[in-house]
């Protein structure tokens, strides 16, 4: 299977922006980008919060 053949006849399909993550162990994914845009975003507010002491 041609990955870069498959990406692009997804994205054609769909209109999406794909972001692509790779893992030794796991392999490749393709996450819709809006979907990646917010969970990083929610990561770095959860990042930024301070501990309650």
Known sequence: MD???S???L????GQ???VLTDDKEGI???P???FEENMK???EYASV???E
Do not use: D, G, Q
């Open 3 to 5: 990955v870069a053949k």
């Open 17 to 19: 922006r794909l972001i």
């Open 29 to 31: 994914a393709l996450v």
């Open 7 to 9: 990406v692009k006849e």
């Open 50 to 52: 301070k501990p309650e």
């Open 33 to 35: 980008a809006n979907v």
């Open 42 to 44: 929610h990561a770095m």
């Open 11 to 14: 994205r054609e399909s769909t």
